[in-house]
């Protein structure tokens, strides 16, 4: 099973683009993050069009997550756990109905800056998700230019805390553990010529719970993702679990 995680950066703005890596790529399960539309606005036609089972928790204009499965979507839940009252469209989950059913969820935490705002404070108090955007940054060796981002919330000492804490529950990061390379960037910003001078980081990360780290396999970053046309900052992540 192919499990692919992609900040989209808008699902509708890319659409052609990210059609084209699902057609080529063709993942088992995709988390999507940063849809930048709600439920009823999101392309359903042209995924299921590719054989995917489709959930949705979008917002207008900002956020939303999907699940796409090319195997159908059970016990689906949107929103993060435990706090009934958060309005912003960054969590969904579902069981899996392959041969061997598992739980995914794809999930967008903000970015969290400016710090000392209420969105760095928010942005601690996510809970844990298996694949998405998280955006952090969680060693120097995961950015290009780390001394450019120590005053940016994404490396923070409390963010960097953040994700190590879930990593320490027992849980396996994939592409640190098996990936070619551990530290490969997953997002270049559009701005300063960041692309072509290769000044990415590593923000977007799956976490594997014990039964699941027994099937990993591989762990690959399509970087070529971001060289395509109208591309998102993010480039997709793939993890391969045994059948």
Not at 180 to 206: L, M, S
Request: aromatic letters at 10%; hydrophobic letters at 40%; proline letters at 7%.
């Amino acid at each position: 099973m192919q499990i692919a995680t992609w900040n989209v950066n808008s699902v509708n703005a890319r659409l052609e683009t990210v059609l084209a890596w699902f057609r080529e790529a063709n993942p088992d399960v995709a988390c999507l993050q940063e849809l930048k539309c709600v439920d009823e606005k999101f392309p359903y036609e042209a995924f299921e069009a590719l054989g995917y089972n489709i959930a949705v928790h979008g917002q207008k204009t900002y956020n939303g997550v999907a699940l796409l499965s090319k195997y159908p979507l059970e016990d689906v839940r949107k929103g993060l756990p435990g706090d009934e009252s958060d309005e912003q469209a960054r969590y969904v989950e579902a069981v899996i109905g392959a041969p061997r059913p598992i739980r995914i969820a794809s999930l967008y935490l903000p970015n969290g800056n400016p710090i000392g705002t209420e969105k760095f404070a928010y942005k601690l108090d996510e809970a844990f998700v298996l694949a998405g955007d998280y955006n952090v940054i969680p060693e120097p060796e995961d950015a290009d230019q780390p001394e450019g981002w120590l005053g940016d919330a994404l490396f923070q000492p409390e963010s960097r805390a953040a994700w190590r804490a879930i990593k320490y529950l027992g849980l396996t990061e994939a592409q640190a553990e098996v990936a070619e390379d551990p530290h490969a960037y997953t997002f270049w910003d559009y701005q300063a010529g960041a692309w072509q001078r290769n000044h990415g980081i590593r923000i977007d990360h799956q976490f594997l719970s014990p039964l699941a780290a027994e099937r990993l396999t591989a762990c690959v970053v399509h970087r070529d993702a971001r060289g395509m046309d109208k591309p998102s900052d993010h480039v997709p992540v793939v993890t391969t679990l045994t059948d």
